[in-house]
């Protein structure tokens, strides 16, 4: 018997320091080569595409992927959660609010690992649905005192800024200007669709943590070669993905600002293999692109949780 998990078991059940522990474990297995996981694979359709990532996780003895298919309509997903010894289906979950959870606590992971331990003030680029759990969870790992968030329609930041602040119990302002958003900031989060950045170095203040999380195409950037060019260490979630799909770094690679051994994965920061941050000046940038091995570890922690409280319906398959 398998366990389905809908939209509405997924959000019961998966609250932000389940994610975070799920997410910061699987990094340290890949930090310590305990684990495989595989980039996105896209499969074009006249209408739109399918998108496939594999990961296998011996220590939690499961493997599965998620699969998502984006099409003119929307998007759907979906995580297959198998058995790493038996071989049988666990789980079919749904998967548009794990893969929300999962990418704010990547970024809350980072931000543990490589903000300043007194990163107290959060710039955010975006005020979408993703946009949450990005405050979610950088409020989990540090004592933010205020968080100003930027995005293109006035109405909607306001609106995000309204809700936001209640449910993070800090100090959420919209503001008008872009580089408003990063004054002062110890860390900052792009969480945006957009194809240029929206981010200028410039901006950046001596010693903040970046978490560039929108951008997963080469196609796309979200922050400028001077962002890049600032960053003293730069950390992804998988460099094998970075390289097919980290359009934030295509342009200072290509200007020869960085090289590809100039960028680690945050997995080698968080088993301890490599230093992280040097220094309270010095700026740090996680580029996440949103991997396989974190909609595993997270589905994992979901349906262990879903069977304790009997949550879920089995279906003999």
């Avoid at 080569?33 to 939690?60: D, F, I, Q, S, Y």
């Avoid at 666990?90 to 704010?104: F, S, Y």
């Avoid at 979408?128 to 933010?144: D, I, K, N, T």
């Avoid at 909609?295 to 994992?300: K, L, N, P, R, T």
Wanted: proline share 5%; charged share 25%; glycine share 8%.
């Amino acid at each position: 018997m398998a366990l389905l998990l809908n939209e509405s078991d997924v959000t019961m059940l998966l609250p932000m320091w389940l994610a975070l522990e799920a997410v910061e474990e699987v990094f340290r297995w890949q930090g310590e080569g305990k684990l495989t996981n595989r980039p996105r694979v896209r499969l074009p359709v006249p209408a739109g595409l399918l998108h496939v990532m594999p990961a296998a996780l011996p220590e939690a003895r499961v493997m599965g992927l998620k699969t998502y298919a984006t099409v003119r309509g929307g998007t759907k997903f979906v995580v297959l959660l198998f058995s790493a010894e038996t071989g049988s289906l666990l789980a079919i979950i749904e998967a548009d609010r794990l893969g929300q959870m999962r990418t704010g606590a990547a970024s809350g992971v980072a931000t543990k690992h490589l903000a300043r331990p007194d990163a107290d003030r959060v710039g955010c680029y975006g005020t979408g649905w993703q946009a949450r759990s990005q405050l979610e969870a950088v409020c989990a790992v540090r004592r933010v005192r205020e968080a100003r968030v930027y995005g293109r329609d006035p109405e909607h930041r306001a609106r995000f800024a309204e809700e936001m602040a209640p449910l993070l119990g800090v100090p959420v302002v919209a503001v008008d200007r872009p580089e408003a958003a990063a004054r002062d900031a110890s860390i900052l989060v792009t969480i945006t669709g957009s194809k240029t950045p929206v981010l200028e170095g410039r901006w950046i203040a001596p010693g903040a943590h970046v978490n560039a999380a929108g951008s997963n195409s080469l196609q796309r950037a979200e922050l400028d070669v001077e962002a890049v060019r600032r960053a003293g260490l730069i950390v992804t979630d998988s460099l094998e993905q970075a390289k097919v799909e980290c359009g934030d770094l295509v342009a200072a690679l290509e200007q020869g600002v960085i090289r590809w051994d100039d960028v680690h994965e945050l997995g080698e920061v968080v088993a301890g293999r490599h230093p992280g941050r040097k220094g309270t000046d010095q700026v740090t940038l996680f580029e996440s692109q949103g991997v396989a091995m974190e909609d595993i570890a997270v589905a994992v922690r979901l349906v262990a949780r879903a069977r304790e409280r009997r949550v879920g319906t089995e279906i003999p398959i």
